[in-house]
Structures are given as structure tokens and as C-alpha cells.
């Protein structure tokens, strides 16, 4: 074809289309319900401007809502939510369009008129075939519609079962609580008592250790004497030496450590205690080095440095006696025994006793109000969601590689199935809420709400919606995951039919 034939054909086609489009008549794509909103004086429907009615259709987008191109795809474009285009579907349901499905080459209305002007041949009237498959699905719903309200008549005497039984293990538990509380009243008096009797008894080993604390008080600082007069007994076998003048004592190491605190270094005058190890330091002018060391290892006898530098050393330095350090150290810190850690048999028995009982009532009290939160939990009508309190429902997916239980009233959990590891995609929360109910309570019984499940690699927790839809039994019947770590799940359930 040459340029010039070619630009003709173009020419011709969009002359074509745009005449098409510009008849003001043309109806296409109109609900037949808004048909009285388009003409004679047509107005844009959402925003009410004004518009020519030949407008309408034109293939150009004037309404901001797209209103006024209810059959072409030229506003596309602006509203993308709003649904123009009418199909009849005659034979069948009609339906409404997004202004995309228009002329897209796609056929969306099963009478093929969202194609018929640009692909006039792309789309078969599939309406009757589609009505007939619509009925007989119609048909298999009402069956299975039917089959779910006797299968929901079960759960509803079942569930009245259950609310009776649970009504009579409240009572039943709430009477064991009374008598428990009446127990712990007298054995918390018995304990009183008892107690009452272990604190003299406690008294008496503190006043005996008091005793005690004497006794040992005046012995250590006999001990500490006899070790002094020790020295002054050992300083009349001494050779007369040469005194020495003293510098003081310094100390190498505790014989018990951590547990003293010695200054590093006393005066020469300081009684120095068996539990310190060192030396005392002496001044020798006629030795070079001028100083001259005693050391002393841990069990030594009580001295002073005078005495040490005044005799040039004692005659017996004792060798390490782990003995002697240890009665000098029970002397030295002998602890009082407030009687605390003493316990009186029958008092303690007492005190388990109690113990025990408290223990019992606690497990009551939480069945208790675990109950009293089952029973105030909304069940839906006729109570059905009771009768699958405490059941849980699985599902495998079909190429094995997710098991999905749904606990109701507790919470979904994916396991995969290759690793085994489980992670929880909801714990109960609530049915959904609808701000009109039949039901009352405001409660949407056609959806659960799972949520605060476990924590994704990216952030968020998991949650799930689980859709309620009627079916003769209970059975997971799908899951997606719609969004990251949202979750959406299908369960057929007689509880929900109507
Ligand atoms: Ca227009
Ligand atoms: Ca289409």
C-alpha cells in the first residue's frame, strides 16, 4: 500500500471512531437505571457538573468521575475505582465494568459488548451457557445450603449441651473454690499458731547465741593476750642482740582471702594477728642496704614490730598452722544466729499445708474465669460457634508443603511440612463487627479475627481473617496470603448458615 493509501485508511478509521463516538445518542455502556441521568441534560454523577450531552460518549473524558464516558475506555484513566460500563448480558446477570475492560480486547460481559465496536468479532455470546452453569451452581449452593442448617441444627443442640455442662462445672468449681477458701482461713490460724510457737523457739537460739557471742568475745581477746604475753615469754630466751629500730609492717598477703581487709602496712606498734603474712621492716645503719626484713608466713603468733626489730626476730616463728587460723577466725567472727533459718516441724508443716491449699484455689480461681470467659464469649445464633469451642481443623495444601490447623477460639498455626517448624499465624481476637446486625452485639459472625501472631523476618506480626462460609461441615477450605504476613482463610462451617 503506498504512504499516501495508508495515511487515507488511518484518516478514515479515526474520522469513523470519532463519529461513532460523537452521537450523543449513543447509549452504550449506560446503566439502564442512571439512563435518565444522561439525557436530555446530562450531568457528570458524582461531581453534578453540567455537561452538553453530546458529551457523552464522545470519547473524551469532561467529567472528573469519568461518568460521562460510560461506554468508552477515554476515561480510564481518572476514577479507577468507579465502575461505568454497563454489560446487559441478556440471558443472564448484567454486570459493571472498570472504563479499562472497555475495548481492552479482553471479553469481560459475557454478551461480548464491551467489545462488540472495536473487536466486533473477539467475543461469542456465552450468556445462556453461563446462566445455565450459574443456576446449576445456584442450585448446588441451595443444597449444600440446606444440608448446612440441619448440619447447624446439631451444632446448635450441641452446643446447648455444652453450655449446660460448662454452666455446671462453673458452679461445680466455684463451689470447690468456697470450701477451699474456708480451709486456707483455718489453716492460715493453724499457721498463726504454730508460728507464734517457732518465734519463741527463735528468741531462745538468739539469746543463746548472744550467749555464745560472749563467750567467744572474751576468749578471742584472751587469745589475742596469751599471744602477746607469748611474745614477752619468748623475748626472755632471746640472745641478747643488737635493737633495731623499727619501720613498720608490711603486709605480702591475707591468709584468708577476700575475707580480711588488712592494711598494707601497719605501725610498728600494731598488734599484728596470725592471719596476716609479711614481714616487719627494720633499719640496720651499718648494713649497706640499710634494711633488714622478718618475714612471717600465716599461724604466726600475735607480735609488733617493735618487739620483732627490738630482738631481731622471734626465737619459734610458728610454721603455717591452718588450725590455729581457723580457731582464730570462728573467734574473731563468730556470727549471731538470729534464729531466722530455724524452723519448728510442726510450723513448717503447717506453712505447707497452707501452701498447698493456696495452690489448689489459685488452679480453681484461673478455671474459674476461664470459664466465665467462655461462657461470656458470643457464639453467634443458636450458640453454634460453641459447639467448635476447642476444636481445630487442618488443612494440607496441595503441593505439601504448609499444613494449616485452625484452632477456633485459640489460633492458627502453619507448619511447614518439609522442616516441621511451626509458626503461629493468629491468636483469637474477635468475630468481625458490622454496624448493622440481625444477630445483635453488632458482631459479624461471617469472619474471625486472628492476630498477634508471630513476629515476620521483616517487622510486622502475623494476623489472619478467616471467612465463615456456610457448607455442611466443618473444613479448611483455602488459605492465601493476600499481603506479606496477611493472611486470609476460607472455612466452611454450618454455623454460618442461614
Ligand atoms: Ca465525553
Ligand atoms: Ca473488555
Redesign the pocket.
Known amino acids: 500500500m503506498s504512504p499516501f493509501l495508508c495515511l487515507f485508511y488511518l484518516g478514515l478509521s479515526a474520522t469513523l471512531i470519532t463519529l461513532t463516538h460523537a452521537a450523543p445518542q449513543s447509549l452504550r455502556g449506560i446503566d439502564p437505571e442512571k439512563l435518565s441521568l444522561y439525557t436530555p441534560k446530562a450531568y457528570c454523577l458524582r461531581t453534578k457538573e453540567r455537561i452538553p450531552s453530546s458529551r457523552i460518549n464522545d470519547g473524551y473524558c469532561d467529567c472528573v468521575d469519568g461518568s460521562d464516558e460510560p461506554g468508552t475506555s477515554a476515561c480510564s484513566h481518572m476514577d479507577q475505582e468507579a465502575k461505568h460500563f454497563y454489560c446487559p448480558n441478556v440471558g443472564h446477570i448484567p454486570a459493571l465494568?472498570y472504563s479499562s475492560?472497555?475495548?481492552?480486547?479482553?471479553?469481560?460481559?459475557c454478551d461480548g459488548s464491551?467489545?462488540a465496536l472495536r473487536y466486533s468479532s473477539l467475543?461469542r455470546n456465552t450468556c445462556a451457557t453461563e446462566a445455565v452453569k450459574h443456576d446449576a451452581e445456584k442450585v448446588q449452593r441451595e443444597q449444600q445450603r440446606l444440608l448446612g442448617l440441619t448440619a447447624r441444627e446439631l451444632l446448635v443442640s450441641r452446643a446447648k449441651e455444652i453450655r449446660v455442662q460448662k454452666e455446671a462445672e462453673l458452679v461445680s468449681n466455684k463451689t470447690v473454690a468456697v470450701a477451699l477458701h474456708e480451709e486456707i482461713v483455718s489453716l492460715e490460724e493453724a499457721r498463726r499458731t504454730e508460728e507464734a510457737l517457732e518465734s519463741i523457739e527463735r528468741e531462745k537460739i538468739y539469746q543463746r547465741s548472744l550467749k555464745q557471742k560472749a563467750i567467744h568475745d572474751a576468749k578471742f581477746s584472751e587469745e589475742k593476750k596469751k599471744d602477746g604475753k607469748g611474745e614477752e615469754a619468748d623475748a626472755e630466751t632471746m640472745p641478747m642482740v643488737k635493737p633495731l629500730p623499727c619501720v613498720g609492717w608490711r603486709q605480702s598477703g591475707s591468709c584468708i582471702p577476700d575475707e580480711m581487709d588488712f592494711p598494707e602496712e601497719s605501725s610498728c606498734d600494731t598488734l599484728i594477728v596470725p592471719l596476716a603474712q609479711g614481714s616487719c621492716e627494720c633499719e640496720d645503719p651499718t648494713l649497706e642496704e640499710i634494711f633488714v626484713y622478718f618475714p612471717f608466713e600465716c599461724g604466726h603468733p600475735a607480735l609488733t614490730c617493735a618487739k620483732v626489730c627490738r630482738y631481731q626476730g622471734l626465737p619459734k616463728v610458728a610454721e603455717t598452722d591452718q588450725d590455729r587460723v581457723k580457731e582464730y577466725l570462728e573467734l574473731q567472727y563468730f556470727k549471731i544466729d538470729d534464729g531466722s533459718s530455724y524452723e519448728r516441724p510442726s510450723a513448717k508443716a503447717a506453712r505447707e499445708a497452707l501452701k498447698i491449699k493456696e495452690s489448689e484455689k489459685r488452679e480453681i480461681d484461673r478455671k474459674v474465669s476461664e470459664i466465665e470467659a467462655q461462657l461470656a464469649q458470643v457464639y453467634g445464633p443458636g450458640d453454634s460457634f460453641l459447639a467448635l469451642r476447642d476444636e481445630c481443623f487442618l488443612l494440607e495444601t496441595s503441593n505439601n508443603e504448609y499444613t494449616y490447623r485452625l484452632c477456633m477460639f485459640k489460633n492458627i498455626v502453619q507448619k511447614n511440612q518439609r522442616t516441621g517448624t511451626e509458626a503461629i499465624l493468629g491468636k483469637w481476637k474477635a468475630f468481625g463487627e458490622r454496624e448493622y446486625s440481625s444477630w445483635g452485639g453488632g458482631a459479624d459472625f461471617s469472619v474471625g479475627n486472628y492476630s498477634d501472631g508471630g513476629r515476620c523476618w521483616s517487622g510486622p506480626t502475623r494476623s489472619t481473617t478467616v471467612h465463615h462460609v456456610c457448607g455442611p461441615t466443618n473444613a479448611v477450605l483455602e488459605v492465601k496470603e493476600p499481603s506479606m504476613c496477611t493472611y486470609s482463610m476460607t472455612f466452611q462451617t454450618p454455623a454460618v448458615c442461614e
Do not use: S
Not at 104 to 109: E, L, S
Open positions: 465494568l475492560q472497555v475495548d481492552d480486547g479482553v471479553c469481560d460481559c464491551d467489545e467475543c
